[in-house]
């Protein structure tokens, strides 16, 4: 594998995300407002600061999205009567993960794997699960990921896609289906997302284009 092939998520950041400028704006505001009731004020520090808060809100939610996928791959990795050590702001997603986990009857197959292609141009990533799962009696293969934002974005759907085939691409494996197992910090139930290769191949069709697209504008010929 050539190791300067850009990883799937390098590869999606040159989509448009719309609804990144008014949360930026929004944090910056919220900020400023908060700041303003206190009697010592000084307004080039608070300008300052309110101008950074998304990228710390960004860097704290890719913290704890990194903590929560590791404290996972402990788990799925654990000899049976392992204990997983959870850190207390982890505790809400990972007890929505482990009640999808008990209310299904899952046989992994891979964890974090990584994977690559020559599709495009040429790319690489890594996924978080790969696994059966029964469903009326019959036993699927699942290629799954595991997100923590508030919603599900397009791009995510694009992003499974170009993990499903080039896991097809580079094992013995033949996934029927993906999904997104969406793990927020809220109170609401886990959600799983499931996406069927009909429509993970207009994904796929479409990421291809970015990644010639991405290898075109990195390697200027012209």
Known sequence: MNENLPHVTSVLELLNKPELIPWAAGLS???????FKSDLINIDEI??????????????????????????EDFLNAKDGSTVNIDEDLEKPFKKFMYWWERNEIETIETECPIWSEDGGGYKGKFDLACYITREGKKILYLIDF????RIYDEMSMQLA?????????????????????????????????ILESELYIHYQAFLKLVEFWHLTNNKRF
């Not at 997100?147 to 508030?150: G, N, R, W």
């Open 29 to 35: 505001a919220e900020y400023i407002k908060e700041n």
């Open 47 to 72: 300008v300052k600061e309110a101008k950074v808060q998304w990228k710390k809100k960004r860097d704290e939610a890719g913290d704890r999205g990194r903590r929560l996928h590791s404290a996972i």
């Open 147 to 150: 997100k923590t934002s508030p």
């Open 162 to 194: 170009a993990y499903f085939y080039s896991f097809k691409q580079r094992t013995n494996y033949i996934p029927e289906r993906a999904a997104i197992l969406r793990l927020d910090f809220t109170d609401k139930p886990a959600e799983f997302y499931e």
